[in-house]
């Protein structure tokens, strides 16, 4: 039995230029960090005693005899790409739901992915974990995906993320003090929508417009060195932090009439009138998760105007995907 967990990301600046159609060409980059909030993937080779031989659950369950037959689009194609041969039993959980804008499509790869190779006894590097997530999610299923999310799950951490060049991507640590991390977490609040949202279809337009974006694309690449250089600064005031993601939430929503609502604007705009000095949905938009940037003095009058929104409550993770049990097992 193997049991991975892998942490699910906000994404502070220069989503959107993590593309590939954008970054093959411009480069991009992006600062997000991880969090303590995670999906655990438990797989094991399945005993053959069923008529079946994978047995696979998370929202649904599906019980198949071909690896064709599943329908989870990222169990089949990693099964697939890995050459398992075995029937193979695997059970997904998460402490966030699903579609939500902190990359749980693409941890779910990334730690499904570590569970196969852990079960096949292999030791892979992070880096093959998100290159290897990046072409599955891309090149195999399709999907309207970026590069950030797959990085960030295998990597953890808070990090500066360049796209580009013939590695494709490399993930620098943001080295600050403990104090000034603190501060910054403290200075953060994360607040569920509760709206459904496809993020495929909300990216594919997004896609669509790269070619007409380029302005914006390349300013939302620059935010991440300044959002850098303001926590460089010497100085305890966090506030232009959060004015730069408030920059940068404008700039996202003129992407395309996707990204954001009437009700998310409604939202957004209580959050400043509470004491918010600036926030982003998060993901590709349409709904999911806001994160605002609140001075903590006013963070009470935040919780209480948006008090019909579920707050959730997190510290930054540094840690990745990791495989937290690993337990031989029998063959037959």
């Known amino acids: 039995m193997i049991i991975t967990r892998t942490p699910f990301r906000i994404s502070f600046f220069g989503g959107g230029t993590d593309y590939p159609v954008w970054y093959k060409e411009n480069d991009g980059a992006v600062l997000s960090t991880t969090i303590n909030k995670y999906c655990y993937i438990s797989c094991r080779y399945l005993p053959p005693f069923f008529d079946y031989n994978y047995r696979i659950r998370y929202s649904f369950r599906e019980e198949t005899q071909n690896v064709s037959e599943i329908k989870h689009p990222s169990v089949r194609e990693s099964l697939k790409f890995l050459n398992i041969d075995k029937g193979i039993e695997m059970v997904h959980t998460s402490d966030i739901p699903a579609q939500s804008g902190i990359g749980s499509s693409s941890a779910f790869t990334v730690g499904f992915l570590n569970a196969?190779?852990?079960?096949?006894?292999?030791?892979?590097?992070?880096?093959?974990?998100?290159r290897e997530a990046i072409h599955i999610e891309q090149n195999l299923i399709k999907e309207n995906v970026g590069s950030q999310d797959q990085v960030a799950a295998a990597f953890g951490g808070f990090n500066k993320i360049e796209f580009g060049g013939e590695k494709e991507f490399y993930a620098y640590p943001?080295?600050?003090?403990a104090e000034k991390i603190d501060l910054l977490q403290k200075h953060l609040m994360l607040f569920f929508t509760g709206f459904p949202r496809n993020a495929s279809d909300i990216a594919g337009e997004q896609i669509k417009q790269t070619s007409n974006k380029k302005k914006e694309l390349k300013i939302m690449k620059e935010m991440v060195e300044e959002a850098i250089n303001i926590l460089n600064r010497d100085s305890n005031d966090m506030s232009d932090f959060g004015k730069l993601?408030?920059?940068?939430?404008?700039?996202?929503?003129?992407?395309?009439?996707?990204?954001?609502t009437s009700t998310i604007d409604e939202i957004y705009s209580t959050a400043i009138s509470a004491g918010a000095i600036g926030g982003k949905l998060l993901g590709a938009g349409g709904g999911g998760f806001m994160l605002l940037f609140v001075p903590p003095a006013l963070q009470p009058s935040v919780r209480e105007r948006l008090k019909n929104l579920l707050f959730v409550p997190f510290r930054f993770e540094t840690l990745g995907t990791q495989t937290i049990l690993y337990s031989t097992q029998d063959f037959y």
């Not at 943001?174 to 003090?177: A, E, F, N, P, Y």
């Not at 993601?245 to 954001?260: E, F, G, P, Q, Y």
């Open 245 to 260: 993601l408030h920059d940068a939430w404008d700039i996202k929503r003129s992407v395309t009439n996707l990204i954001s």
């Open 116 to 130: 196969l190779y852990a079960l096949k006894g292999k030791i892979v590097t992070k880096r093959q974990l998100a």
């Open 174 to 177: 943001i080295t600050l003090s």
